[in-house]
């Protein structure tokens, strides 16, 4: 995806996503965090071993492929504020064939999660959903890490980096065979390690590795941010919701602003209620929401709703206001505690179900049927 140029055009438009992903601009509160790391007089004691972790969203794989760049970077030491972007290391980047970067699982690396999320476009969504967090395509496994090993010890010239995208699904093998890698570090090698959930990255990994700090990111920043994104008409609280909803991550609340069920959630109270009253069939609902939504986008539609009306059930205030569900169900209509845990358990077997290729009508109509039943 190219843009025409401009006059003042950035000459980073006019690369596609794939190659931006190692030259795009820093998000506007990883700027402390990339000045101390890239500064002249910090470039000579770079830390060998790097963990940038946290939820989803909050922008640490850019982080991650901006700083591999410039680590690889020819011109890296004049050039602080990012990679030049013109050097032969830059160049090799933006092909995707730069000798001297490993990244595990491949599918992390920028050019190839390019091409697959471009293919996944033409699959069905239960295709498309088997590529989620728990595909076995970002496993990291004890094979893959020797290979890796024999590269950071090949003895090359110039800097090598290491990307270990969704560190903590390694193997415990893998982890194991890691651990000397990191506390033997060898001379112009960075180990990069990302990770969506740090408490399941092994205490011995993390001990070993210096973490980035990225994760607290100030309201006002992040909240700029989203409004910049979305437009100038987005209201204040509409942001403030968002960022609730998304846990505080920037990245994705702009995500799930675009999402296509986020602006049928008040249809799916509609809905719901009206599967309560009686007053519509589990069959009749579930073949209304198969035409507007596929099962992966109506699950974590009823996902989010399930969390208020948890949240309220034990007298919470409503993360969604807009949405106005409190006012929506008297305390006679509330649901029970049990019927709303038996909900989140078909909502888990709907996720298995469309990766295990289960026909999606039939995975549709159970989850539906336990929606009524809430």
């Known amino acids: 995806m190219t843009t025409s140029p401009s006059a003042n055009a950035d000459p980073n438009a006019l690369l596609p996503d794939s190659e931006l992903a ?28 790097l963990l940038a972790a946290g939820i989803e969203g909050i922008g640490k794989r850019a982080f991650i492929w901006r700083l591999v760049a410039w680590l690889l970077c020819r011109e890296r030491h004049t050039h602080p ?47 498309a959903a088997k590529e989620g967090a728990d595909s076995p395509k970002r496993t990291i496994k004890i094979d893959d890490i020797r290979q890796l090993i ?39 090698v960075h180990l990069l390690l ?34 910049a994104q979305l437009g100038e008409q987005v209201s204040d609280a509409e942001v403030a919701q ?14 799930m602003a675009s999402a296509p069920w986020y602006s049928k959630r008040k249809v799916w109270l509609t809905v719901w209620l009206a599967l309560r009253a009686g007053k519509r069939s589990a069959m009749a609902a579930s073949d209304y929401w198969q035409k507007e939504l596929s099962l992966a986008e109506f699950t974590q539609l009823t996902e989010l709703m399930l969390i208020d009306l948890n949240r309220i059930v034990l007298g919470l205030d409503s993360l969604q206001p807009d949405c106005e569900i409190a006012a929506a169900l008297p305390a006679e209509f509330l649901p029970s505690i049990e019927a709303l845990d038996s909900l989140a358990e078909v909502i888990a077997a709907s996720k298995r179900a469309i990766q295990q290729n289960v026909q999606e009508k039939l995975a549709y109509d159970k989850l539906m049927q336990s929606i009524a039943q809430t």
Not at 245 to 254: D, E, F, H, S
Request: include cysteine; glycine fraction near 4%.
């Open 194 to 227: 990302l990770t969506d959930s740090p408490a399941q990255l092994l205490p011995t990994i993390k001990s070993r590795v210096q973490q980035l700090p990225l994760q607290r990111i100030p309201f006002e920043l992040a909240t700029g941010y989203i409004k």
């Open 81 to 127: 504020l990012g990679a030049c972007g013109v050097c032969e290391s830059c160049d090799w980047l933006k092909s995707g064939t730069h000798p001297n970067l490993q990244v595990l699982p491949l599918h992390s690396l920028p050019m190839v999660a390019s091409e697959e999320a471009s293919a996944s476009t033409a699959k069905s969504s239960k295709s």
């Open 242 to 255: 968002l960022l609730s909803l998304a846990n505080g991550a920037p990245l994705a609340a702009v995500a």
């Open 22 to 49: 190692f030259f795009a601009p820093l998000l506007p509160w990883q700027q402390q965090a990339w000045t101390q790391l890239t500064a002249p007089q910090n470039q000579a004691a770079l830390p060998h071993a």
């Open 150 to 188: 024999s590269f950071v010890h090949q003895g090359s010239q110039g800097i090598r980096v290491c990307v270990f995208d969704y560190a903590e699904q390694m193997t415990i093998g893998a982890a194991n065979a890691l651990l000397k890698t990191l506390e033997e570090p060898q001379p112009q």
